[in-house]
């Protein structure tokens, strides 16, 4: 039987992870630690974010939650909040 | 370059979201020249981004008869400062009005009402020879000091005959999807000017939602991209039907597959567009040869035919071959540059090509004359359109012991003899900062001792296999 406790253990459990898998995805293509603030990162204000991380970025997040991202969503990733909120779409949860 | 009286527009800069017409560019043009007038032929470093300023920067190089250097605004300070040490430019075109990193204070702020226009305080240096206009880095930003020489006649008759090859007409608007400083990417510009065609001037990527944006808005008809462009292309299932106004699309700067070649084509044809695959060097301005779509799909897998004005020959190791059979291709015509310059003292040389580029590159043509790109003679690798010279880039791997590099399809594989499994990754990260490229385009590789051939010589042939499996 699961107590509340027990519950609550694992939704924070699940938010820790999807948003620690995001940013080990933005840490794979950006080749940086993934606690050196990636969470801040935003197209056009980080100069190595050019066509070429964009697009390994967005193979690391499609593995990293066995997700395949629509045009729409590709073009519109550009900032790790706007990761979160697009991965969000595809069922992902970052809520407690 | 272009008619300076008419009032069509000619450039639209997405950056202060501002139409310019010709007349108005003109005006710019001339005021900026005016800046740079001196009687001694100098020398300008116009460190470039795709906008209206590095425009009118360029142009006014041109027309205050120069010769100009073409840079990538975003080189590294460290090496922005070699280059200035080794070239001492006359006079430095920058957008920033910030004093450039390491010059010592050897530099005058003259201008900065339009592009920030700097001079040099001491005295005049080395004569430049007279043909000498534009200097274009081959080698994207490896951090080599090596220009390709052009002469303002190189670049018009290159203009002139990829306008001829593309029927580009007033009516055409191009958005600069290439930097400004490399070859491909400035002939979008010269060519459009040339015709009295426009341009947008953006500095968006293509994985970007405002570059699509203003391709829509803004009813661009011209794209250009190298392979890497049309495998993210691919990807994103672009350009669809929300982008009417996209009739041309051309693509250089290497080898694209054959099965995306085919599938743009049948895109744009469907559309009632044209998709071209064209093959050049910076050492010929930009371009040698376009392939026609109306060649497609017969001729599927050539590079087309060499463009008006120029020809060209395939030579085996006792002179030209016949046709079918793979040689290095020799290229003749207009476009050839005058020769290659590593410091200042070389901007004096005349002509030393005399019209003839031996391209390093190997093919074949079939009987009726186009041209078909198997590899290279030398040891060179493209990643995403930019060009690298292996040779150089173990140079720089040498203080990590005895390695070698060797291309495959869009990455390079590095193997070394003397790094530990845990020092690969820092290596390749330093690397791949000095080379402006992505980190995942260089994969580092441990090998206990690099296989050599009874020469002596390393065997790429065999590092090659070991690199696929």
């Known amino acids: 039987m699961n107590t509340e406790e027990d519950f609550v253990h694992k939704a924070t459990a699940t938010v820790t992870d999807s948003q620690e898998r995001l940013k080990h995805a933005f840490a794979a293509a950006f080749a940086v630690s993934p606690d050196s603030g990636v969470e801040q990162m935003v197209y056009g204000e980080c100069a190595s974010w050019d066509s070429t991380a964009h697009m390994v970025l967005i193979a690391e997040i499609e593995s990293a939650f066995d997700i395949m991202l629509a045009t729409e969503d590709v073009i519109d990733l550009s900032s790790f909040e706007k990761a979160k909120e697009i991965v969000a779409k595809y069922g992902v949860s970052f809520e407690g | ?469």
Request: charged fraction near 20%; charge should be neutral.
């Open chain 2, 1 to 469: 370059m272009f008619d300076h009286t008419s009032r069509a527009n000619a450039v639209y800069d997405v950056a202060s979201a501002k139409w310019h017409t010709y007349t108005e560019l003109a005006e710019e043009v001339y005021r900026v020249a005016e800046t740079l007038h001196v009687p001694a032929k100098s020398l300008v470093f116009c460190f470039c981004r795709n906008d209206y300023q590095c425009l009118c920067g360029y142009l006014a190089g041109l027309e205050a008869g120069h010769a100009s250097a073409l840079l990538d605004d975003g080189t590294a300070a460290s090496f922005q400062t070699s280059l200035i040490d080794l070239y001492r430019p006359n006079f430095i075109v920058h957008s920033s009005a910030a004093e450039i990193q390491g010059t010592n204070g050897e530099y005058q702020l003259m201008d900065k009402r339009g592009p920030c226009v700097w001079r040099r305080k001491s005295a005049p240096d080395t004569v430049i020879h007279n043909s000498l206009a534009l200097l274009l880095s081959t080698s994207g930003s490896t951090g080599t000091p090596k220009f390709v020489r052009l002469s303002l006649d190189n670049l018009l008759a290159n203009a002139r005959s990829i306008v001829d090859g593309l029927s580009i007409h007033p009516g055409d608007r191009a958005i600069t999807s290439l930097p400004f400083h490399y070859s491909y990417g400035l002939s979008i510009i010269n060519t459009h000017l040339l015709t009295g065609a426009s341009l947008v001037l953006t500095n968006e990527g293509l994985t970007s939602r405002a570059f699509w944006n203003t391709v829509r808005d803004l009813e661009c008809s011209s794209f250009a991209g190298v392979p890497y462009s049309y495998q993210i292309l691919h990807r994103l299932g672009l350009p669809g039907s929300d982008f009417p106004s996209l009739r041309t699309m051309t693509q250089a700067g290497g080898r694209l597959e054959n099965g995306l070649v085919d599938q743009f084509f049948r895109n744009m044809a469907a559309r009632g567009g044209r998709f071209f695959v064209m093959y050049g060097q910076t050492e010929a301005t930009a371009r040698i040869a376009i392939l026609d779509p109306k060649w497609l799909p017969e001729k599927l897998g050539s590079a087309g035919r060499p463009i008006s004005g120029g020809a060209i020959r395939i030579h085996g190791d006792s002179g030209p071959l016949a046709p079918g059979a793979v040689g290095e291709l020799v290229y003749s015509g207009p476009n050839v540059m005058l020769g290659y310059a590593v410091n200042r003292s070389e901007l004096s040389a005349g002509d030393d090509l005399k019209g003839t580029l031996h391209t390093g590159d190997l093919g074949s043509l079939d009987r009726d004359g186009f041209v078909y790109i198997s590899g290279r003679l030398n040891r060179y690798a493209k990643l995403s359109g930019i060009r690298l010279n292996l040779d150089e880039l173990e140079a720089m791997l040498k203080d990590h012991g005895p390695s070698a590099a060797v291309g495959i399809e869009d990455k390079l594989v590095i193997f070394c003899e003397g790094l530990q499994e845990t020092a690969l990754s820092h290596c390749r990260d330093e690397l791949a900062r000095r080379l402006s490229i992505h980190h995942r385009l260089l994969d580092f590789r441990v090998i206990p001792k690099l296989p050599l051939k009874a020469n002596g010589k390393i065997d790429y042939t065999l590092l090659e296999q070991t690199a696929r499996c």
